[in-house]
């Protein structure tokens, strides 16, 4: 069966450090991944889309970047946090190119900015 | 991208049935039309898809119209634990998964 791996659960950075959260996913091959972010009391918003190894599409300009190293690894990083990137980080994979399957999301990470 | 509209909330009372609608007028023929839920500090869970015609599982039904341009969730009874943030989304598989403003529901014991 297909799982998704998400880490860590809680994190607490002083503004300025750099981040590093890791998705990985088992059961499956070529999946889609993506990141998500959702602000406190805001909606979810796509930050990353991969279709690929090395395929990533930006969907929001930031400070912010993502990396395919692995066909089921998907890596978000900042080099210097801003208090603006506190937030939920969810994880989420799909089948390529099937419309008719549903998407799994991770556990998410809550991030706080200090 | 194709775009859905949803009301902003919705109040059900506790063992009712609730049909949330959903808007969706420019579907294209790979669209699917899947609905997931958000509850309360957790990421999305998924509900339910459809491309043409009425699907059930055993969370809930969905109710797609002829032209595909509206569909409806029905929750066939609705518990505290449904109380949550439902998305309605256009997928094909060949586009990225995009979350809307989703419908607020709240369940009334």
């Known amino acids: 069966s297909q799982t998704i791996h998400q880490w860590p659960a809680t994190l607490v950075q002083p503004v300025g450090s750099p981040l590093s959260l890791e998705c990985t996913v088992e059961g499956t091959s070529n999946p889609n991944l993506y990141w998500y972010r959702q602000a406190a009391g805001r909606g979810l918003q796509l930050l990353f889309y991969s279709v690929g190894i090395g395929q990533i599409s930006s969907e929001v300009p930031q400070n912010l970047s993502a990396s395919r190293p692995q066909d089921r690894q998907f890596i978000l990083s900042s080099k210097k946090l801003l208090l603006s990137d506190s937030g939920f980080y969810l994880c989420?994979?799909?089948?390529?190119?099937?419309?008719?399957?549903?998407?799994?999301f991770g556990q998410g990470t809550r991030l706080t900015v200090v | 991208d194709a775009k859905t509209t949803q009301p902003n909330s919705m109040e059900s009372n506790e063992e009712e049935p609730v049909h949330l609608p959903c808007n969706h007028s420019t579907i294209s023929g790979t669209d699917y039309i899947h609905w997931y839920r958000q509850l309360p500090s957790q990421g999305p869970e998924y509900v339910i898809h459809g491309l043409t015609s009425n699907v059930n599982n055993r969370m809930a039904s969905l109710a797609i119209a002829e032209d595909r341009k509206s569909s409806t969730l029905i929750l066939h009874r609705a518990t505290l634990r449904d109380a949550a943030v439902y998305y309605c989304i256009l997928y094909s598989g060949n586009t990225p998964l995009v979350f809307g403003k989703g419908t607020r529901l709240s369940v009334i014991a």
């Open positions: 989420a994979w799909s089948v390529h190119s099937e419309g008719n399957t549903e998407a799994f």
